[in-house]
Each structure stands twice: as C-alpha cells, then as structure tokens.
C-alpha cells in the first residue's frame, strides 16, 4: 500500500458484516489502533472516572448516553500518543448528526476522517452469516428476531451518514458477502486507491 494511503478512517457496516475482523487486520496492515467505540464505553463505565460516572447514570436509567458525551470521550481517546499516525473507527460515527459533529472535532485537532469504509451486505447473507454465528458462538443478540430488528435500526440510523460520506468523496463500498480474506483485499485495493 502506498504511503500517502488514508489512515484516519472509519469503518462502517450492519451487526455482522465484518467490521471487527476488519479492523483488526487494517491495525496491523497500517500499524495504526483500531477503536472501538463499544469497547471504550464499557471501560469508561466501569472505571473510576467522570466519564465513567456519567456513563453509568445514563446507562442505569436506561437512556441512550447522548452525543456529546460520546464524542468527548472520541476527542480524549484520539488525543493518545498512539492516534498520531492515523486510526480506525469502529462503531462510530453511527449516523449523519454524529459524523458532522466528529468532522468539526476533529477539525478542532486539525486532523480529518480521510476515508469511510463502508462493508455493504445484503439482509439475507446477513441473516444467513448471523445464524452461523448464532450455532458457533451462542450469542443471543444474534437471534433471527433480534437480528431483523438490528439490521432495521442500522439502516435507519446510517443511510444518513453513508450519505454524507458518499457526497463529499470519502466512502470507499466494499461487497462483505464475500469469503473475509476477498473483503480484506478489496479494502486494501480501495485505499491504494
């Protein structure tokens, strides 16, 4: 891959598709971190912090934590020493209010999300994909009725910020039905762009 390929990126797909795999393998490819948002907030919860207090509370009454405090926590992480060279973001952005509001933080730290990866999947080969993992790793979320619903959400929440990814130049769609080591290719292709 060529050396001005983008390494602020984020990755962008339904429950399923990839993404974690896929984060993990660019970390490694690009030697920049992978982060994931979900796991971030469950350290913050459970550490002994302010953003973990807050956390907490939001979490405990059952409401969705809002954006702001999310993206303060995006803003401390990507302010890491190891952030320096570029990152991935993995569940984050997760609609067009947040992808916005992620540019003009970013632009605060004079840096720019390069490059939006969006792994693209049918429901069905999604479903199908979901099911397996269902019999090999007994995940509960991923039961068919739960996994309806998650790829309904997803949709509605993300067709926004794909959107506005596509209108500005930034998305990179990558075809995930395929075999995982196809999808990884076909990512790296699009970054060499």
Known sequence: MKSGAPRRLVLLGPPGSGKG?????LSLELGIPAISTGD?????????????????????????VPDSLVIDIIR??????????????DGFP????????????LEELRRRIE????LAIAAPALVERLRHRIAVEQRSDDRPEVVAHRIDVYLAQTTPLIEYYRRDG??????AEQAPDVVYGSILKALAG
């Open 76 to 89: 401390h992480r990507l302010q890491d020493p190891d952030t320096k060279n570029g990152f991935i973001l």
């Open 94 to 105: 997760r609609n067009g209010g947040q992808g916005e509001a992620l540019d003009s933080m």
């Open 115 to 118: 490059a939006a990866i969006y």
């Open 21 to 25: 795999t896929q984060a993990a393998r």
């Open 40 to 64: 971030i907030l469950r350290a913050q919860q459970e550490a002994d912090t302010l953003h973990g207090g807050e956390l907490r509370r939001y979490l405990d009454r059952g409401e969705l």
């Open 170 to 175: 930034r998305l990179l769609e990558i075809a």
